[in-house]
């Protein structure tokens, strides 16, 4: 699977100098949270901060998700077809 270096940068006002770190390492934290929640493999993710920025770099982010099998249960046969055998409303 293809892998790139990935930047997000968000523009905001002015931000309070005391509270970039902590703001850029929630960012962060909840970034990779997502990512690994979406199955997308990544390497290092790195933050920068500046009073109107917040930017993260991903390394190594897969371009996909890996294929992955859901199985999903439908309604029951006799609700899903009517006496004719033809699909109803529920199917």
Known sequence: MTQQ????????????PKAL?????????N???ELDNAGLEHGE???????RRLALK?????????????EKRGPAIAQAFDAEGKPSKAA
């Open 5 to 16: 270096t990935f930047l997000v940068e968000i523009g905001t006002e002015e931000l309070p």
């Open 21 to 29: 770190r902590s703001l850029a390492e929630s960012f962060a934290a």
């Open 31 to 33: 970034f990779t949270a």
């Open 45 to 51: 993710v790195s933050w920068f901060a500046a009073p």
């Open 58 to 70: 991903v390394a190594n982010l897969s371009a996909a998700q890996a294929d992955r099998e859901i």
